[in-house]
């Protein structure tokens, strides 16, 4: 009866009703079962690339992204993707005072060879409470080598105290001084505190320029993750709750979080990686 009000040969419905999964069928639903833990289990952030680079690094299987994307498509698996922002116009001036990040051409020099050799530097706002009514500034120190939190430190304002206690910390925690350490010109970082804890220490200190936050690309992009990827998705009612919240986003992003430019790796694998192949 169904076959007649379809209009289907019998013999194609029988010979569906005896299909076996093929190999790739098997392999297919097994991907889908992945991605689907992966989605649920980190609150669907998780776009094509990165699911890609998951699980071609923590699986057996070997995909390409074209792949992954149908996938998802057929399956109706979607993710929250931000919006890539338009890029500003480059600033075309005949001198350029502070920035050591930054290339005759324009581009900036945000690879270097080695751990530990530039770090940058930003503060960010975030907020707690019942009514989100409290806030505090979290200052954060990041390797560009492997993109890992190397420190942070929070205080109630963003002041030259914080951002030095800031430096202090990822200098105890690495038992090494970086070359260079770049930052925005924001009030605390132009302070003669933190100014002369670098030059102390003989750190070189470079400053963006004035109203171009793409000089400090690498810790923009930390901030933007950081509350797209985590912050959006817990809210801390007391100060000791956004201290642990912090303190887990910090280890999560260090230890699990791939980056394609890291080859895929996470920050803490990237470094393993290196240390291994110089030795």
């Known amino acids: 009866m169904c076959c007649q009000i379809f209009d289907i040969p019998r013999s194609a ?6 299909r076996k999964p093929t190999k790739q069928d098997i392999v297919n639903d097994e991907l889908v079962r992945l991605i689907k833990e992966q989605e649920a289990d980190n609150h669907y952030i998780y776009g094509v690339r990165r699911l890609t680079m998951i699980i071609n690094q923590e699986t057996q299987h070997h995909v390409n992204p074209k792949r992954v994307r149908r996938l998802m498509r057929d399956n109706g698996i979607q ?4 919006q890539k922002k338009h890029d500003r116009v480059a600033e075309k001036k005949e001198f350029i005072l502070g920035n050591k990040l930054l290339n005759q051409d324009g581009s900036h020099a945000f690879h270097p060879t ?5 770090w940058v530097t930003d503060c960010s706002e975030l907020t707690y409470g019942f009514n989100s009514e409290c806030r ?12 890992s939190i190397v420190a942070w430190e929070v205080e109630p304002t963003e002041t030259a105290t914080l951002v030095t206690d800031t ?5 105890e925690a690495e038992e090494v001084l970086p070359k260079l350490l770049h930052s925005d010109q924001g009030s605390s970082y132009t302070s003669r505190l933190y100014n002369t804890e670098l030059a102390g220490s003989g750190v070189i200190h470079s400053m963006s320029r004035p109203g171009t936050p793409g000089d400090n690309g690498p810790m923009e992009s930390l901030w933007s993750h950081a509350k797209a990827e985590y912050f959006a998705f817990f809210h801390a ?7 642990r919240l912090i303190e887990e986003y910090a280890l999560w992003y260090n230890c699990n979080r791939r980056q ?5 790796m996470t920050p803490v694998e ?3 990686h290196a240390v291994k192949t110089a030795a």
């Open 13 to 18: 419905y029988y010979k569906w009703l005896r």
């Open 79 to 82: 993710c929250s993707i931000r």
């Open 114 to 118: 080695r751990p530990n050799e530039v």
């Open 136 to 147: 505090l500034r979290l200052s954060a120190i990041k390797d560009l080598y492997d993109h």
């Open 167 to 171: 430096f202090r910390a990822a200098v």
């Open 237 to 243: 009612n007391t100060y000791e709750e956004m201290m």
């Open 260 to 264: 394609e430019t890291l080859d895929g």
């Open 270 to 272: 990237y470094r393993n």
